[in-house]
DNA sequence: CGCGGCTAGTTATACGTACAACGTTCCCGA
DNA sequence: TCGGGAACGTTGTACGTATAACTAGCCGCG
């Protein structure tokens, strides 16, 4: 330890927090943040037994009254292992890469914390991956953080999108809300979104309805593809039928244009099924300004269950998604195939949920 | 390059991707990430002169025509520096932690887009603090990740979380949406949210408003304490009071109650300022139910401007919250700190937007 | 001719960790 | 007495990078 400095030795110059509110801990130098070779001094063995007592795997390699000491030791000392150096040695970085369309969807923030709350349990992290414009697919997810990525999950990715991730890196992929028969991804998991749709075909059914819209979102994705061909399905053979679709993008706006000119056609639908809550919403804001009441001249049903859907008046019917049961069970998924086990395929359930947006239809249509 | 392996230099065995979509670059080994080592043998010179290139200080230090040679060799190879080795070398890993409340509350959704857009920017990367609630503060941000952070933004935190904040980490802190006069930390950003209660008031007052009541959220963090004092000092002196102050948990539901509570007891205002847009949106629900129109019983108003507010009908009348400028701004004051150059601490204008659910009161009310 | 000063590199580390391979005791049976 | 294991550690790297310190030409000037 004496100042054997040779030539080219100089140390990286670290900024030093500066005097101030640091704890000023047991530790040997100073203010810097101790490591294995510091709790091994304190504990009087070697940095190697320190590393595998930290790492667990002592068991017949180190005496448990030695183990205990080098715990308190690094308890004491405040020590947490330098993750750099871990993922340095081990070339694992224990940091997933979760790529979104957008944040501010409700949808996908749950899908987040779900996934974060499962990795947080195998002490992993998430970096998020933001879509430039909000509400396009990913593009580009591989910046610089790149190689500190040990896996990809990815949310409801439009083909190109997913191309240019299949290029990009040869890093483990879970894909959600995809195509399970597209062979992209060992892992995918899945909602069951085509029973969503057949519940809500029933709920109108049951209700009385036969003319029936679609308020489809125009995104191509896999899983708003499933709603169109699900609900043309659920009313094959059935007294309904699909009258209309109109697409729209994700917003209130949109749909609000949208959904009108659903209504304004002839023959008018009884009931209008969304793609979405969002666009429920805005298919509700369209009856109203055409004098029409939902529910009693029109019923309305959305899929998500975001907050909106209690906040508005009626409160939305609705299919409900575990969004965070998707993203947890795709960080299971994604942690299974680093661990060289095959993951799991799941897919989810949904559940109607009958508020107040859906009634029988008005009296003249009814069968 | 032989293969003098010596003793305990058995290199960890890195799985291997297998045989598959692996790009088979012009790199030396086979199927591993080339290093700044393989581009330096590429371009015939040393693993120094390749880290100067990449690093662009280069100036004066190698000939241009090398740099350009070496730029082309790792463009070839599709060489990445490894963020880890980097990081371990720098003693800085280029990653922030946000902590937010809830990402599940679109505000902070925004603030997250924000702080990573700016991130990007600056080759850093965001990893996100989920709260275990969901809404309450965050509680421990200090996993194993800490040892890979440069630096903490944390958004409307409750003081107790703070303080362990600052306990747990000397890292650099930038505070949102936070007390600036606290002197937890060096920078902080907030938002002229008292100015918006002044506005919110003023639009009341010239509409003709008298009897004022404030739906508070049942949130102790520093910018909704200073929502109250705003309304109060912006009502004082004029001709309007806050007949009744209620408070709830920030859900839809729960602000339902409050308002109800409000709007039964006499003196029953005539305008009802809330602090966000969620507690709004109850309270329009509490205000039909008892048969109160809106805004011609009753005028609303709101915080954040989500997309909630255009798909109520009404239309929310509300404060705007530039969020993605609070996160673009946080983690602009982060780098600055980081960089040793000292944050500004700005406070970002909010707007008025005025839309359906305010009017003139009653006519048997008007002064 | 010699030497300072520049240019254009190279060499030699160290960052903190995990782990393969190598001691060192100590005990037990033959 | 001695060989053979366990039991318990330690030594010695290497992961890939950034950078301080050194070096080899080369030019020009005194």
Redesign the pocket.
Known sequence: MASS?????????RPEPSADGSPSRGGTPSG??P???DV?RHA?????????V??G?WQ????????ETVRSAAQALG????L???S????RTRTALLVVPALTHDYFARVHTGASRVAAEHDFGVVLYPSPEGTGPAVDPFGSAR?ALDGVIASSMAPEALAALRDGGQLPLVMLDSDPGAGHSPATVNLDIADGMRQAAAHLLELGHRRIAHLAAEIDTWTFGVRARALHEALAGTSGTVVRTERSPLSVEDALHAATRILEAAPRPTALVCDDDLLAAGACKAARRLGLRVPEDLSVTGIDDLSLATALEPELTTVRLPAEEVGAEGMRALLAVLDGRTASTPVLPVELIRRGSTARPPREERP
Chains 1, 2 share one sequence.
């Open positions: 400095r040779r030539p080219g030795t100089a140390p990286p110059s810097a943040r490591t294995s070779r091994a009087e063995v070697s940095q190697a037994t320190v590393s595998l930290m790492g795997k017949g390699r180190v005496s448990p009254r030695t183990a020590y947490r292992p330098n750099a150096a871990r340095l040695r081990l070339g190689a």
